[in-house]
């Protein structure tokens, strides 16, 4: 597996990693405990090193389960996970209040089953609570050696400089893909300009770029893209020309559609590293395999040129999570 550095720290990482969220959140029926072991350490064993959790993914229980698969392999896997809301639950609101972070902080130590948090995010922008706190108190984490590395997730331009002049930002997380590329305008110019690591969520459109969602597919009631608007059944009639234009480009690399996303990231910029999730190994294979699928600088132009012809309908989540955006 080739690798990537993040921020001006060096933190470096497998040029993808993993996101873990689906392994028994937000994705319908959660796999055995037993199963999400032997997959994590199984995409350990195919070169990831690079592991995404949050204490809000249960919650608690993902962390849980990435604590104990990676245990035996610490010294050998980096591990990110984040803070932000009250009780872990994000639908009782944000709290990143100096003393819930370190509270979340020692919680995920002892369920993530180590003495040290490589990447630590804030899951999301708390207006109640200046970030230069925020940052400060990660800052201080970083001097105790609880943590190494500080993020942020989902922040805007005005929030990525404002932590970043406190303590330097190692990894922006946000989503980003060929169907959702709002970060190009948002951020991306400032976490290129600042020396920060991008970290792209949701690289295949949740599942969308791969081809195998339609508008007959049906959710589970466990699912939390039953409640994507962009993935309401009219929208993904709508949206179905972007599935065709990544399926011209696959038919013409000889590769699958979910390569074609996640290789188009890789050669947008050396500092991004896209954390697909997966439940299922030959789709983590399938994976791993984007990074040795090469687009030249006038593939990515001519790419531009196709998408740049194609409307995205419907926002990407529903109006009470979109309101823990941050957009400042």
């Keep these: 597996m080739k690798t990537r550095t993040l921020g001006i720290g060096g933190l470096e990482v497998s040029a993808i990693g993993f996101g873990c969220m689906g392994i028994n959140f937000h994705r319908g029926e959660a796999l055995e405990t037993a199963d999400a072991i032997a997959l994590l350490r199984g995409a350990h064993d195919r070169g990831i090193n690079f592991f995404d959790t949050a204490e809000a993914y ?27 809301f009250r009780d872990g639950e994000p639908g009782k609101g944000l709290d990143s209040r100096p003393e819930r972070i370190r509270q979340v902080a020692e919680g995920s130590l002892k369920r993530l089953r180590t003495d040290h948090i490589d990447l630590l995010y804030q899951h999301r922008v708390d207006p109640d609570v200046p970030i230069e706190d925020v940052a400060g108190t990660v800052k201080s984490l970083i001097a105790e050696g609880k943590v190494r590395h500080f993020g942020l997730s989902e922040a805007g331009a005005q929030s990525i400089r404002a932590a970043h002049a406190v303590q330097p930002v190692t990894a922006l997380q946000s989503e980003y893909s060929l169907f959702w590329r709002h970060a190009e305008t948002e951020v991306l110019p400032v976490v290129e300009e600042l020396g920060i690591g991008f970290v792209p969520f949701s690289p295949l459109g949740r599942g969308f770029l791969t081809g195998t969602i339609t508008d007959k597919t049906e959710f589970s009631s466990h699912d939390q893209r039953n409640n994507n608007p962009y ?11 972007m599935v065709e234009a990544v399926r011209g480009i696959a038919a013409q690399k000889g590769v699958t559609p979910a390569q074609v996303a996640i290789a188009w990231l890789l050669a947008r910029k050396p500092w991004i590293v896209p954390i697909p999730g997966t439940t299922k190994l030959h789709r983590l294979e399938e994976n791993l395999d984007a990074v040795d699928v090469a687009f030249s600088p006038q593939d990515l ?17 529903a109006t009470a999570t979109q309101a823990q955006v941050d957009r400042r």
């Excluded at 132009?301 to 989540?317: A, L, S, T």
């Design 231 to 241: 993935l309401s059944v009219e929208n993904r009639k709508a949206n179905a020309p």
């Design 58 to 84: 249960g919650p608690f229980t993902n962390e849980e389960i990435v604590g104990e698969a990676l245990a035996p392999i610490r010294d050998k896997v980096v591990i990110a996970t984040k803070f932000g």
């Design 301 to 317: 132009r001519q790419i531009d040129e196709v998408f740049d012809r194609i409307e995205v309908h419907g926002n990407r989540y």
